[in-house]
């Protein structure tokens, strides 16, 4: 079982940062055996995938390369998303995902309960 807990959402300008965390409890395995990943799901549009780290590999769509980074801290099983450059259409609830790596994606058995991300321009 997986439980994820996210923080550090919250409201910024266009072109500034945020850095969101999330913190893992895991029970029957170890967290580095799980690809950890952020997905989000802006107003009227489905969950999409964001960013992907699993054993040292990481994957991001297109539209947040150069500007997200996605990390992980196997010793305090947490996993963070590094966004800069933030534009408004980044605005969007962003939850972390615990599950397996697929090409270029994850496949996800754990939702975290998600955290607000606005970028007002």
């Known amino acids: 079982q997986v439980q994820l807990v996210e923080s550090g959402g919250g409201s910024v300008q266009a072109g500034g940062s945020l850095r969101l965390s999330c913190a893992v409890s895991?029970?029957?395995?170890?967290?580095?055996?799980?690809?950890m990943g952020w997905f989000r799901q802006a107003p009227g549009k489905e969950r999409e995938f964001v960013a992907t780290?699993?054993?040292?590999?990481?994957y991001y769509t297109d539209s947040v390369k150069g500007r997200f980074t996605i990390s992980r801290d196997n010793a305090q099983n947490t996993i963070y998303l590094q966004m800069s450059s933030l534009k408004s259409e980044d605005t969007a609830v962003y939850y972390c995902?615990?599950?397996?790596?697929?090409?270029?994606?994850?496949?996800?058995?754990?939702w975290g309960q998600g955290t607000q991300v606005t970028v007002s321009s």
């Open positions: 780290h699993y054993g040292g590999i990481t």
């Open positions: 895991v029970s029957g395995r170890t967290f580095d055996t799980y690809a």
């Open positions: 995902a615990a599950g397996s790596l697929t090409p270029q994606s994850m496949g996800v058995n754990f």
